[in-house]
């Protein structure tokens, strides 16, 4: 499967963007989808993720009532909506397709190309 990112941007904090990841292939409701981030410097660290139907999603403590996951088989995308940013929130942010429902980077088998996420102060 291919995956293609977008929805990055510049925003301020308290602002809100949303991430899509489109993916290619009929394949894309049998994989976990998930979204990590990576600021510069750091490694990449797991944000959200989703399972194949949307019923079952899991976040990092830290955007825990701040960002959602979710997912459109029909069109083979899936989202992140984030609201109340912060800088701190500020990274790269990839989407990742998995076949098992999981937090860890090095299970995610395919990967979008990354979009930059930015929130000023």
């Known amino acids: 499967v291919q995956l293609q990112a977008s929805g990055g941007g510049l925003v301020q904090a308290g602002g809100s963007l949303r991430l899509s990841c489109a993916a290619s292939g009929r394949a894309f409701k049998t994989y976990v989808m998930g979204w990590f981030s990576q600021a510069p410097g750091k490694e990449r660290e797991f944000v959200a993720v989703i399972n194949w139907s949307g019923a079952s999603t899991y976040y990092k403590d830290s955007v825990k009532g701040r960002f959602t996951i979710s997912r459109d088989n029909a069109k083979n995308t899936v989202y992140l909506q984030m609201n109340s940013l912060t800088p701190e929130d500020t990274a790269v942010y990839y989407c990742?397709?998995?076949?098992?429902?999981?937090?860890?980077?090095?299970?995610?088998?395919?990967w979008g190309q990354g979009t930059l996420v930015t929130v000023s102060s």
């Open positions: 990742g397709a998995a076949l098992s429902y999981t937090a860890i980077p090095s299970a995610y088998g395919y």
